[in-house]
């Protein structure tokens, strides 16, 4: 055969080795791995497109506006650091930065420890388990404006059930104003706040405390070991990732306290409880002084990364 | 013997549930009771009358704004909800199908939205919905909504379809059906569960937002429950107790229904939202 090919013939043949390979096949198959490609692209592209739009676009946004002033005038002066300057002197600032992080350290024992105690409480085969289970989640369930709203009436100073109570029990003979002084504005709201979501860590350490092996406590047992000791040298080191993830999501979610302060205190006596993004949002939203409010946003960014990234770093722990 | 044992488990627990449901408890009978039985002192711990005057006037007031709220409220619910599943669905079908080269950094990319808190966003994201002239609209928070609470979808339903055998597929696949087809006909169906925690999920978090609302909404046309109650609470109805109280009510509602419907999809997906990542 090859005696009759042209030359033509024996350059497709030789050289390109055209009649050798499966030539439509090949085509075929990457014309369906483009395919592919093309469907997946396009599966995702309306994900993409709100994360570009609404999430990728903003954030760059905001870093660019830090940098800039007079934005709500239509005239953007660029100012470079400016903003950052004053942002380190702004008693404001660090007034929200100084009661937030007060409130985290208050509130999150006030949540920790009880969700412990219910995790342990609440890890055992016992009938009616879930149903527990669900009535310590459910406040979770509710929004914080209606949660705050709940609690103000329990709190209000004249006709509170709390107050009546406290009195009738002759705790206290005259009503105590909650949210009266700071550092009892700032329990009372932790309080709530615990009610609210003291379920939702006693999930995830219930889901810690149930990778934890049984065959452990029984040897424990048969080495005489009582339920403190168990408690101590086997479940809270085995536990320690778990608690550290938990830990890290109430932190990064304390940080980002608003609904509560806005509703129950408006700040607190004397700005005692205005959080960060309380002095964000009055900032940016109530003085419109949009580029200022982004430099605390990139600022409040920032920390909040930090806090993410050992949130990411201790979670893999838990592999 | 074996009830013995068990009785200190049940006392303390019931006695906890008590402490945890007696603020609902006392939220409910305060918006049951008559205005003048809510202020008395002592308070009542049971009505002796129950009314209802605290809900007409929630209603009523304001030529029927509260009414407004609650449609609000559940237009950008169910829309976001909507919007979430129909993007978020093919999103996780690829993440667990469909992968090719590269495919990584389009789901770092997705990631990265949960580990940014939004509220660092809300300044750029007033500008933009601003200039798209969407201020205190429906769309503006069914926009943001589907933007940070997607994520959580995508995951969802990557994990859902990850759990189906890829065999499934295949075989469809050859028999000469799409990708759309399968992931319509055979992977949804499958993949419920799933669905049903992100739409719980979804709900909860749009209904339940305060500050996104609040920034993006201005009149009775947007404004949601929350801000809503928040409205009347801090004007027309300050220290009004027994509406305040009705108000609150009324907006757990839905929530608090689902719950005791769907608790089980409820715990999974807060435990999947928060562990997988």
């Known amino acids: 055969m090859t005696k009759n090919k042209s030359i033509l013939g024996r350059l497709l043949f030789d050289r390109f080795h055209l009649l050798e390979r499966p030539l439509f096949k090949n085509n075929l198959m990457n014309i369906k791995i483009e395919n592919r490609r093309l469907q997946s692209f396009i599966f995702l592209l309306p994900v993409m497109l709100f994360a570009i739009i609404f999430f990728f676009i903003p954030f760059i946004k905001v870093v660019y506006m830090s940098f800039f002033k007079g934005a709500i005038l239509g005239e953007s002066v660029f100012v470079s650091l400016d903003n950052y300057k004053v942002l380190l002197e702004d008693a404001g600032f660090w007034r929200a930065m100084g009661n937030t992080l007060i409130y985290t350290i208050i509130v999150t024992p006030i949540i920790f420890i009880p969700a412990v105690f219910l995790a342990v409480l609440l890890n055992k085969k016992i009938k009616g388990v879930k149903f527990f289970r669900a009535i310590y989640f459910l406040p979770v369930t509710i929004s914080f404006v209606v949660a705050s709203y709940i609690w103000n009436w329990i709190y209000s100073d004249i006709y509170g059930i709390l107050n009546y109570l406290l009195r009738s029990l002759h705790i206290i003979n005259n009503p105590i104003l909650f949210f009266g002084s700071t550092w009892l504005a700032r329990f009372s709201v932790s309080i709530m706040v615990g009610w609210k979501t003291i379920g939702f860590s006693m999930l995830i350490i219930l889901a810690g405390l149930q990778g934890i092996q049984q065959i452990l406590y029984e040897a424990a047992s048969i080495d005489g070991a009582n339920q403190w000791q168990k408690f101590k040298f086997i479940t809270l080191p085995l536990l320690r990732p778990t608690l550290t993830f938990a830990l890290i999501i109430s932190v990064a979610g304390s940080f980002q306290a608003f609904d509560h302060f806005y509703i129950m205190t408006g700040g607190g006596p004397a700005r005692s409880t205005e959080t960060i993004i309380m002095y964000l949002q009055k900032i940016g939203f109530e003085y419109y002084k949009l580029n200022y409010a982004a430099a605390i946003s990139v600022i409040f960014l920032i920390l909040l990364l930090f806090i993410s990234v050992l949130q990411f770093w201790a979670g893999r722990f838990n592999e | ?277």
Not at chain 2, 21 to 26: D, E, G, I, S, T
Not at chain 2, 46 to 75: Q, R
Request: hydrophobic letters at 55%; glycine letters at 6%.
């Open chain 2, 1 to 277: 013997m074996r009830k013995d044992r068990h009785l200190g488990f049940y006392i303390t627990n019931i006695g906890l549930t008590v402490l945890f449901l007696a603020p609902f408890y006392w939220a409910l009978i305060s918006s049951l009771k008559p205005y003048n039985e809510i202020l008395k002192y002592p308070p009542s711990f049971f009505p002796a009358h129950i009314s209802i005057e605290s809900y007409k006037d929630l209603f009523t007031a304001g030529e029927g704004v509260f009414v407004f709220f609650a449609k609000n409220s559940l237009i950008v619910s169910t829309l976001t909800i909507f919007v979430i599943c129909l993007i978020s669905i093919p999103a996780g079908y690829a993440f667990s199908k469909l992968k090719f080269r590269g495919i990584n950094i389009l789901f770092l990319a997705v990631l990265s939205i949960i580990m940014v808190p939004f509220q660092a966003l809300l300044i750029p994201l007033y500008t933009l919905i601003h200039q798209m002239k969407l201020l205190d609209t429906h769309l503006a928070l069914i926009l943001i909504y589907s933007t940070f609470f997607m994520p959580f979808g995508v995951f969802m339903m990557r994990n859902s379809f990850d759990s189906i055998p890829n065999s499934i597929r295949e075989s469809a696949l050859i028999d000469g059906a799409s990708e759309l087809k399968v992931m319509i006909q055979i992977f949804l169906p499958l993949a419920w569960p799933g669905i049903i925690t992100t739409i719980i999920y979804i709900f909860m978090q749009s209904w339940n937002d305060f500050i996104i609302a609040l920034i993006f909404t201005s009149s009775k046309s947007a404004i949601t429950l929350q801000v809503g109650l928040m409205n009347f609470a801090t004007t027309r109805f300050y220290m009004n107790w027994g509406m305040i109280n009705a108000g609150s009510v009324i907006t757990m509602l839905p929530i608090l229904i689902l719950f005791i419907i769907l608790q089980k999809y409820f715990i999974k997906g807060m435990l999947a939202g928060a562990i997988k990542e």
